[in-house]
């Protein structure tokens, strides 16, 4: 019945007949259906750091629509998506409003916006190696995420000038063109030197992302990455702009500990490279 769009629907009550001759048993249940109703207005409660507006935006339960209880668990879904609340409730009013909805009251806790890690690694060929990160969860109020990495390796291996260094950063901003997408940017840069050559590259992109439903998501980007290679053959420098596409689809039961379904993704980089003229 709730499936239906009927949010007051409930089990009224319940008569067990036991016939003990055949060793079966008889249940008639009473159940009241209840009006098909939209939704209300939507509460939220508990934020503190996080904008309460943007939390109740992506919620996607738009006042006057009707009622569905996967709305309700997919607004959950991703309102725990946003990576700033360690808990969160939606839950249905026990009575319709003045103009037969059914009002939502959200009830979230939010996480430690800031962190960070550090860790290093040692061998007898590459010497030591260090790393670190360091992160924010709601940079500006609305669960914008930045995360700066960097890692540093050869150190004590090789000479100081030919160190190799590795550097990134990551901005995403969650419900730009509704609340299913996603804003993405990044930069990373690269020197490094292997025996057979010398690299270094910066790497730009930016793009958005897109849940078409809970299995599906596409996300298209615009990508510029500048390599500089210094090899036995020469200097070689190149400038490729490229647009990656990507489509996943993702049926498993459980992302981190799947037991049924699937996951297959999809994608492309059409490429050119501006300064030769080749695709």
């Known amino acids: 019945l709730k499936q239906e769009g009927r949010p007051l629907a409930k089990v009224t009550g319940r008569e067990i007949v036991a016939e003990h ?7 008639t249940l009473t159940v009241a ?5 939209g939704y209300g207005d939507t509460t939220v409660e508990g934020t503190e750091k996080v904008n309460r507006d943007f939390t109740e935006y992506m919620t996607g339960l738009k006042r006057g629509r009707q009622y569905s209880p996967d709305e309700i668990d997919d607004a959950r879904d991703r309102l725990l998506g946003l990576e700033v609340f360690n808990s969160v409730t939606v839950k249905e009013a026990d009575a319709l409003d003045a103009e037969g909805n059914i009002p939502i009251g959200v009830q979230v806790s939010e996480r430690k916006p800031r962190y960070f890690g550090i860790g290093g690694s040692f061998s007898n060929t590459e010497g030591l190696g260090l790393e670190g990160y360091w992160g924010h969860r709601n940079l500006f109020g609305r669960a914008e995420k930045l ?21 990134g950063v990551m901005f995403e901003k969650p419900g730009v063109v509704g609340p299913a997408s996603k804003f993405i ?16 590259s910066v790497k730009g992109s930016t793009g ?30 190149y400038l490729i702009a490229s647009i990656p596409l990507q489509y996943v689809y993702d049926n498993r039961d459980n992302k981190l500990n799947a037991t049924r379904g699937f996951r297959v ?9 501006i300064l030769s003229g080749a695709a």
Do not use: C, M, W
């Open 21 to 27: 001759a055949g060793s079966t048993l008889d249940v």
């Open 33 to 37: 259906a209840g009006p098909v109703a």
């Open 147 to 167: 995360r700066i990495d960097g890692k540093i390796s050869g150190i004590g291996s090789n000479d100081l000038t030919q160190l190799n260094y590795n550097a």
């Open 185 to 200: 940017a990044s930069v990373n840069t690269v020197l490094e030197h292997p025996d057979a050559y010398d690299h270094f």
């Open 208 to 237: 958005l992302s897109y849940e078409l439903d809970k299995k599906q998501t596409v996300s298209a980007q615009v990508a510029l990455d500048y390599s500089r290679i210094h090899d036995a053959f020469g200097k070689h420098t």
């Open 265 to 273: 993704l999809a994608y492309a980089e059409p490429s050119y490279d």
